[in-house]
């Protein structure tokens, strides 16, 4: 168990919907990540955030967006779901910068 | 071309073996390097982290760095069949936090 968690376990909605994905890092860790795992993509960066900030940002889109709040806990928000989002959805999170991260259950998402 | 390329396999080896993964990459500002064991449908989870070039060893597990070849190696000595999953590989430059992943390499040990 790292220590990270992430709710729901499985999420399964309809093509133009919106969901929220839940993660609470680790005790003490600063640091949330949040990664798109697919059969053809891998495992992708989307966005970083460190205590309360917006960090980084790779390959998103605009229909995504995510937020980390005061106790640290973050939210990821996918909205007009298409086919092509269903994935796994991992959170990770780190003490500080440059530090190793550890990963979340994942959620897994099906979009029908 | 991929930043991070990593032999998908399957890899199948007998119990007690010594399993080599490795991974290549074309980034020269990669700094951090890590190694994650995946089981099916959890969440990875983190084997090594080494920085720059060399070698670090956690019990049955070595990791090995060699930046002027841009090749990382994860030896895994003795292995069991509880070790069947998939290993990723993960780097990342110095001025950012963002993981980028090699595909996997999924490693069956049968006894």
């Known amino acids: 168990d790292s220590g990270v968690t992430q709710t729901p376990k499985h999420l399964i909605t309809a093509t133009g919907q919106r969901v929220t994905l839940r993660c609470s890092p680790r005790?003490?860790?600063?640091?949330v990540y949040w990664y798109q795992q697919s059969l053809d993509q891998g495992l992708q960066f989307l966005i970083q955030?460190?205590?309360?900030?917006?960090?980084a940002k790779g390959n998103i889109l605009e229909r995504f967006s995510a937020q980390q709040f005061p106790d640290l806990h973050s939210e990821l928000n996918l909205s007009s779901l298409e086919l092509g989002d269903s994935a796994l959805y991992f959170c990770?999170?780190?003490?500080?910068?440059?530090?190793?991260?550890?990963f979340g259950p994942g959620t897994r998402l099906t979009v029908l | 071309q991929k930043e991070v390329e990593q032999d998908p396999g399957p890899l199948s080896v007998p119990e007690g073996a010594i399993v080599s993964l490795n991974c290549t990459y074309s980034?020269?500002?990669?700094?951090?390097f890590m190694w994650y064991r995946q089981y099916s449908r959890k969440g990875p989870e983190l084997l090594m982290y080494?920085?720059?070039?060399g070698n670090k060893e956690d019990g049955r597990f070595t990791a090995q760095v060699d930046k002027s070849s841009k090749y990382i190696s994860l030896f895994i000595r003795d292995s069991q069949p509880s070790d069947s999953a998939t290993y990723l590989c993960?780097?990342?430059?110095?001025?950012?936090?963002?993981?980028?992943f090699g595909t996997g390499t999924r490693l069956q040990v049968f006894p």
């Open positions: 955030y460190y205590n309360g900030e917006e960090r």
């Open positions: 080494t920085y720059s070039s």
């Open positions: 005790s003490g860790d600063l640091s």
């Open positions: 980034n020269s500002a990669f700094q951090y």
């Open positions: 990770a999170s780190s003490s500080r910068m440059g530090n190793e991260q550890f």
């Open positions: 993960a780097m990342s430059p110095y001025n950012t936090d963002k993981l980028i």
